[in-house]
Structures are given as C-alpha cells and as structure tokens.
C-alpha cells in the first residue's frame, strides 16, 4: 500500500509547498523533499500463555496497535509457538518457553510482559516479568489471593516497572460513556446498579473449572466482570457485602468444588446499592445503572465487540451508538503509552487488588450468612 | 353475544340430539325460535375506596368486565362518590360510608368486597365484610403483618366466602405466558431470575408514606410485585433471603421512616437464586429470568398496559406480542367466576400471607445484616 505515500505528495502539491529549484545548495535542499520523522516507536510486547484468548482476541488485535507491537512469544507448546510468530512477525529469537522465561531480561525488543496464562500463575510469571526488568500487562484475575496481589505490587514497586491489570472494558468507549453519564448525573443521581456476567461453560477439563489453577468458580473468572463494573460505575469501593451460591449437584463440570452461580449484593458508601449475579450456568451480559430520571444500560456489556447502549426512561428506549472499536488494541496502547510516558495505568495493580479483596468477602458472605463489611 | 346459544344448536345439531316433533307440545317447541336464556347474571362488586387506583384503573375495568359489575361504592367523601356513582350508574342505594359499611349485608346486589383502602385498613375491613356475609377481594399487600392475613384467613374460613388477594399480574396474559415459559422450560431449566419494581414517589403527604398506615416502604407497595414476580417466576417459595436497605437521609418523603430502596436476594429449594429490587426512589420495571439457552424478560412488566416481552439469545432479541387485556377486568371476572363456581381463588388469602412472611424476613434480613431462613 502507498496511500500514505501518495497522499502525502498530493498534500504537498495542494498547499504549494513544492517550488522550483534556484541554487545547487537549494536544489539539493529543495530537490530532497521533507521526510517523516521516524514513526512512533511501538513497544515490544511478550504475550505469555497461547491460548484461545491469546490466539483469537490479544494477537489479531495488535494489527489495530499504534503504541504496541508482538515480540515474543512464551508457550510450553513450541509447534504452536512456531505457527503463530510466522503468522505475526515474530523473530526466532523471540521465542520462549517456560523454562527459558527468565532469558526474556536479555531481550531488548521486549518492553512489556503480558501474562495470560491460568490465574494461579500470575504471581509467580508477573513477578519473574518484572525481576527480568520488563513492564507487566496481567489478566484479570490478578491472583487467587490479595495477599499474592501485594506481593506483585510490591515486586514492580522494587523493580521500578509498570504493573498493569487487564481490565479491557475500562479501555472500551462504551463502558467509558456509561462511566461518564454516571458520574456527570446525566439523568440525575444513580441510585441503584444492576451487573450481571455469566456464560454457560463447555468442556469440564478446562483450567476454569480446576480449582487450583482458577482459584474459584464463575466468580473469579466472569462474575469480575460485573464486580468491577458495579465499582467503576458507581466510583466508589463496596463496605458491605451478601450473597447466595449455588452449584447444580451432580453436575460434572463443577466436580472440582468450583462455584456455578454466585449472586451477590454491594452496599457502597454514598448509598448506592447493587445487585449482581455471576454465572457458569447461564448467560448473563448486562450493566445497568438505575438513576432518578432513567436507567441506561449496556446489553450486551462485556463480549469482545458489538456493545450495545440503551437509555430506558419510562416505556421509551433510546439506542446510542459509539464507534467500534478493539477493546485489547486500546488496552495495550495504553498499557504502552504508560510506559513510554511514565505515567501510572488506569488499572494498576491496587485496582486487581480491591477486586481480589471483595471476591474473598463475596465468599465469605456466601459461605457464613452473614453480611461481610469492608473498610470501601 | 348469541354465540354460546348457537355454538349449542350447532351442538345438538351435529350430536343428532335433535328429534322430530310428534305432539302438540313438539310442534309448539320447534315453531318457537330458541330463545337465548338471560344473559349470564353479572355478580355485583362494592368498590370500598375511591382513591386514584379505584377511580383511574378499577372503575373504568368493569366496562371491560363479562362476569362483574359495580353495584356499590364506599367511601368517606359522599360528594365523590355520587359523581362516581352517577358516572358508573350505581344507584343511590349502593352508596356507603364507612359508617354504614355494615349495612352491605342487607344490600343483595353486592356479591363481592373489594377493599382498595391503605394498607392497614385491609383486615379490619375484610373481616367486616366477611361478617356481613360478603365474599372479599382485597388489594395486596393483604395487610401490615402475617398475622392479620392469619385473622383474616380465619374470618374467611368462617364465614364460608371467599378471600381473593389482588395480584393483578397473575391475570395478566404477559405475566401468565412468562410462567408458563419458566415452567414447561422452553429455554432450559431457569436458574437465575431478575425482578425490579419501582418508581419515584412524589407527594410526601400520600398514605404511602405514612408508616402506620402503609406497614413499610416501597417494599410494600412496589417491591411485592418483584418478590411475587419472584415467586411465581420459579413457581417456589424462597428458603433463604439476604437484603440491603438505604434512605436518602433528608428526603422528605421518608421522614416518616419507610425505606426508599431494599435489594433482596432469594434462595429456592431447587436452586434457582433470584435478585429483586424495591424502590420509591428510581424508576424499576422489569421481570427476568435467565434459563439455560436464553433470558426472557418482561420490560415493562408491572405496568397497567403496554408491557412488551422480550427473549434474549446470545446478542439477539426477539419480540413476543400478545393481545391487550385490561387487568382489573380479568381480575375481578376471575373472583366472580371463583364465587359462581364455587371454586378457589388462584391468588387467595394464603397467596397474601407468603408475600407477608417474605416481606418480613426480607425486612429482618437487612435489619440484622444476617441470612434469614424459611420453612419454603
């Protein structure tokens, strides 16, 4: 393609910047027409973990990069490795396994880590990242434990490196307007937040459903989604928590002990209550705010692409659409843009933390009938 | 309408049930068209009450009614009720006060009671007209506590009548195909419903407001539709609730101490978990329930008229339509049918009292911030 190139001839050509040649000196120096500056260098990102979010969301979605490009690649699978650096332009020598993980220290096109690999890990991969000396973009959950949480926020604070959660919504233009009609009070003070996620889960031999590796249940994996949402919609930390679990009997995919449905109430501190529900059972994909002059909602609110708005005021529905765009491709820019500019992420790893913290109250909510109370 | 008497002939017709004359008597049988027999008699209703629900939505119904009629109106405002009588063609020997309420007794055009007074004044009123001899349609919630709903229960039982609760919803054709749907499961075993009724409440002076006279908050006059939307949604009576409560301190309209918004969260016995919300301070309208293949939902559900259903697939929604039907009207034909044929209610008086023992454990469970417990 030569758009570029061609645009920016008859750019010039437009604005009469092109003019005839008078002297050697300036016929070299016109004749040359102005260069570009380099383009913006993108930084090199290790994607750690092959699996289907890593191969069907996270590596399509660099070609949508302006700040982020693959480097690396880090699988126990080297065949797979193999296919996927041809596939992207990954170099040989940006090939890794786990065994070979800590070499990463020695890779100059490697600036960012991003650990997508089963929840239990993500200690141990996003410490060994930063002790490598990389920044590290780590998916949701953080860990299985806060206690593991601070000790990876502590792990980048030594190291001096980014520490980033992948919390993809909260870089979403959707979730981003929900977040602004909710806190400009567009339609007047929120009152009530209703979040839902959930999905009927396949294959019971997946890491989800192990309870070691997962951490937990529909909780830890989906219901994140609608725990984050019912604290970034409403700006504030929940102080009190109940909740209901349920797991069908018998049912082989929960045989590990992993919760299926977990239904859970958050009181927050300006008054706000929210209802929300996490499922393995079902499908469940909405966040609603209900505020005093309308409710306006997301349905669906948290699938890869096409997000839908809805402002709900008595019997009318009013659509609003936003332009669509690749939620992982904002994710990483912004993970990279923090990097380059020094800045702190919109999701550190605190932000990982209180979720991780809340989700051990919904637990503990569930499992002893009582309201569990926060310091928010 | 002539249809029952042809649809009859057609009958004997098709059935050879016909004969030819032979007498006197035959021929004077056949030469004499059939004529229709009376129209069926209409039983008539006292409408105890005139506030806006009796003048806005239960007057104008009994137009739309095939088994009632208003023969009596009660009330403390003579002025009104003779506009009304004058209106709905109630002569002047049905107008009551609520000094004369006993003498319904002796009135023989009125068959039924419908009490549509506050809240407090249901039992006292019920058990009246149950003593006058009257058969007792009563708004819900049937009153303040469950032992009321016991005395009047008793009262009913006792005088040999009948006691309906108003639930006007499970006459509903939106709300009735909603059960059918959870029940014959056409999209899967449910597992999670959703119910959410509310609206902002305005002057601070109404009854609503009033503690001794309402019983409560919105939960009482709102939030019952979520909770028996709740209950007959899964077709269960709830074994566990968890619940949240939060006023606006300073708004006016709670001075008197009922609650602007209760979250609750339901447990069944089979497992399905549910989440309701009451509010007095935003506006909620909706009943879902997510079964195993899809979510189908009434939004808005609780209104007079208009409600629209929806089923939700994956990111697709289909819209279910049926005919319109005025609710009152299938409601009090339905007490009249239960009166002429001697049969139970589908919403009586114990119907009532399990809102009313829900509503209590609701209240406990917020007040003690501890899971409380039911028999189910």
Redesign the interface.
């Known amino acids: 393609m030569r758009t570029p190139t061609t645009s920016r001839r008859q750019f010039l050509q437009a604005t009469g910047l092109t003019v005839a040649a008078t002297s050697l000196a300036g016929v070299r120096a016109r004749a040359q027409p102005r260069l570009p500056g380099p383009p913006e260098k993108k930084l090199g990102f290790a994607i750690v973990g092959l699996g289907s979010l890593s191969i069907n969301q996270i590596l399509p979605a660099f070609a949508h990069c302006r700040h982020a490009r693959v480097t690396a690649l880090v699988s126990g699978d080297a065949a797979k490795a193999k296919t996927l650096a041809t596939a992207y332009g990954v170099p040989a020598s940006g090939l890794y396994s786990y065994d070979t993980y800590d070499r990463l220290k020695d890779n100059p096109d490697v600036d960012i880590v991003y650990v997508v690999l089963p929840n239990s890990m993500h200690p141990e991969y996003t410490v060994r990242a930063h002790t490598a000396g990389k920044h590290v973009l780590c998916e949701k959950p953080m860990a299985n434990t806060p206690q593991e949480c601070e000790t990876m926020i502590a792990a980048a604070t030594a190291a001096g490196k980014k520490l980033m959660i992948g919390y993809r919504l909260r870089y979403e233009p959707y979730n981003m307007a929900m977040i602004r009609m909710a806190r400009e009070q567009e339609f007047g003070k929120p009152?009530?937040i209703?979040c839902?996620a959930?999905f009927?889960i396949g294959d019971p031999k997946q890491w989800r459903l192990n309870k070691q590796l997962a951490g937990g249940g529909s909780l830890m994996d989906i219901g994140i989604y609608a725990l984050n949402a019912a604290r970034y919609l409403s700006g504030e930390e929940p102080v009190?928590i109940?909740?209901?679990s349920?797991t069908?009997p018998g049912d082989v995919r929960f045989a590990d002990g992993v919760e299926e449905?977990i239904?859970f109430?958050l009181?927050f501190p300006s008054?706000?209550?929210?209802?929300?529900?996490s499922?393995y059972?079902?499908?469940?994909n909405r966040f609603r705010v209900?505020?005093?002059k309308?409710?306006f909602q997301l349905?669906?609110a948290l699938?890869y692409s096409?997000l839908r708005m809805q402002v709900?005021?008595?019997?009318t529905v009013e659509l609003r659409s936003l332009p669509e765009r690749n939620q992982f491709a904002l994710e990483m820019d912004h993970m990279a843009e923090c990097v380059k500019g020094n800045t702190e992420p919109r999701t550190p790893g605190e932000e990982g933390l209180k979720d991780l913290r809340a989700m051990m109250a919904i637990y503990e909510a569930a499992r002893t009938?009582?309201?569990v109370t926060l310091n928010g």
């Open positions: 009152k009530v209703l839902e959930g009927s009190a109940n909740a209901f349920y069908t449905t239904n109430q009181r008054g706000i209550l929210a209802n929300c529900v499922s059972g079902v499908g469940l209900h505020a005093e309308a409710a349905e669906p699938s096409d709900i005021r008595g019997g009938g009582k309201t």
